[in-house]
Structure formats: C-alpha cells, structure tokens
C-alpha cells in the first residue's frame, strides 16, 4: 500500500506526521487524543491545533472537536517559522491548563517592540503552549514582563479567565515579585521603602526617570550581604512600573551593577566582577492561582553568569 495520501485528502506537509484515529479516539477531544497518539504533553497539541498545524480530515480543527474512528489526523512540526520562534530560549517551571510560570533568560525580549520584532519570548511560548488572546495582539499571555536583560520568572496565562484573575490581583496587589540586585555602594540601614513617582525623563524620552507628575511607584528592598563596594540586596515591588527597580535604586544612589543606561557609574565595577549586562533577577513569585485558588510559591537560583559575579564580588572583584 502507498504512503500517499488518500484520493481526495491532501497530503501531509513537508515535515508532517499522519495518525488515523482508531475505535478508542471515538469521542475524544482532539488535544487529548493528540497528545497521546503523538507522544506530547496536552500543552504541546494545544500549541500545536492553535498554530493551526493540525487538520482533520484535511480541514482546520478546533482543540475541543471531537474525533471519530476512521479520521485521519494530519501534524506539521517542522514550521519554519516555529523553528524561528523556538530560538527564543525558556524553561517552565511551573504549568497547568490555566497558566506557566517560565524561567527567562536574559537576553530575551517578551513581545515584539521596535527594533525587536522577531525572536521574542512570546513567539516561543506559542510554539510551547496557547496564550490568552485578551493580553492583546502581539502579547498573547503576557501578564506583566521583565526587561530584555534581567532574567528570572515571570507568569504567564493560557486562558482568558487566567488572565483576567492574575490582572486583577495584581492591581489588588496580591502579586509578589522579588528580585535579587547587586548595587554599588553600602547601606546605613538594613532595609528601606523608595515611594517616587516613575515616567518618561522629561531629558531623555528613551529613559525612564523620578519625575513629578510620573505614576505612582514604591519599592521595598532589604540588604543581604554588605560587599565593601556593592550589596547585595532583595528587592519587593508593589508596583510594575517600567524599569521601576532601575530607576529607583539609581535614585537613591544605589544603581544596579552593570545598568548601562541608569547605572554607567558602575561600568568599572562590572567588568572587575565579569558582568557584562545588569545584576537584577526575578528570584521569587507567590501568587493565589486565580482559578483554583492554590497557593503557587516558586523560587529561581542564580543563573551562572550573576552568581559568578556574585562570587567575584565576596572576593573583593578578584
């Protein structure tokens, strides 16, 4: 018998995988079935059905059709432009049905912006898992992000309702997101509160700044290690200002080693301790699930690069 597709029915893309759904997917969703028959997670056949790379019967699908014995089931992994989207590396730390908590590493833009309209970390989620459309286009699941060169966790939502409930609580403020940062300089006390309003420097519109009239924005930080000429300290955002962290521990005369535009003063300091992008991480998040009301309390280490300058830091930048 040929492996050609039958009369009538096309054939499977270049890349594609064919799979005829026998008596035991009679009734069965067609992300479930898929994820057993094609040996993936049900995240991964979701991707896969809203990429629309899977047909039925030679037609597009939805992941809740229903199969029945006989169908064939067409899947095209080898999209290029999925292959694209997957350069943007990340991990998952923590996934339902509902929503991700996924590890980023730095160098990784969140959505398309000017000058980054390709390769960016929600294209790759895509490719992974489906993202809710209320985020807005171009956006799909982001739920709050984090700047191109500071890595760590962020949460993303798959679906609407998770996206709506992680929104609202985290207007009620019932988000935490606590950063580790390495900063020039000492502290006279051990921890402290920065309440300054944060927008566009009215000098530099690229910047961020302390200005009158900016929005609302505090941040809380306590001291870890004192490191002679740099602390390192954990920081606590209420709010989710762009570039908050940056902008204010530049404020108080603390930047963030290794800050290119918020904290220059700290260059030399960055190449004796190796760093050659900024010392900020999203550490930790601890959120009520907004759909099951579990308590999700998830902790990321250091990556390599951070922690090495973090040693080189305790031995004095030797």
Request: with cysteine; aromatic share 4%.
């Amino acid at each position: 018998m040929s492996d050609g597709a039958p009369a009538g029915e096309p054939g499977p893309p270049e890349g594609g995988e064919r799979y005829e759904v026998g008596p035991g997917g009679e009734g069965l969703r067609l992300d479930v079935w898929l994820a057993t028959e094609a040996g993936c997670s049900r995240a991964e056949a979701q991707g896969l059905i809203e990429r629309g790379a899977v047909s039925v019967g030679g037609a597009a699908a939805a992941k809740s059709r229903r199969l029945h014995a006989g169908e064939t089931v067409l899947v095209r992994r080898s999209d290029p432009v999925v292959a694209q989207d997957r350069s943007a590396p990340f991990s998952v730390v923590l996934e339902d049905e509902h929503l991700a908590v996924i590890d980023k590493p730095a160098g990784v833009v969140v959505h398309p912006a000017p000058g980054s309209p390709s390769g960016t970390l929600v294209e790759a989620l895509a490719s992974r898992m489906p993202l809710a459309p209320a985020a807005g286009e171009g956006r799909p699941g982001v739920v709050h992000r984090l700047d191109r060169d500071t890595s760590g966790l962020m949460v993303v939502a798959k679906t609407d309702e998770a996206y709506r409930g992680l929104v609202e609580a985290m207007a009620r403020r019932e988000v935490s997101r606590t950063y580790l940062a390495l900063v020039a300089g000492a502290f006279t006390l051990p921890a402290g509160r920065i309440e300054a309003p944060v927008g566009r420097s009215p000098a530099d519109r690229t910047k961020m700044g302390v200005v009158p009239g900016g929005r609302e924005a505090v941040t809380e930080f306590s001291v870890l290690e004192a490191l002679g000429a740099a602390s390192l300290i954990e920081v606590h955002l209420h709010t989710g200002r762009t570039h908050q962290i940056r902008v204010h521990l530049s404020h108080i005369g603390r930047p963030v080693v290794g800050d290119p535009v918020y904290g220059r003063s700290t260059a030399g300091l960055a190449r004796e301790l190796g760093l050659s992008r900024p010392f900020l991480h999203s550490h930790r998040l601890q959120f009520t699930h907004p759909l099951t009301g579990a308590v999700i309390d998830v902790a990321d280490a250091l990556p390599a690069d951070l922690a090495s300058a973090l040693e080189a830091a305790r031995r004095g930048g030797r």
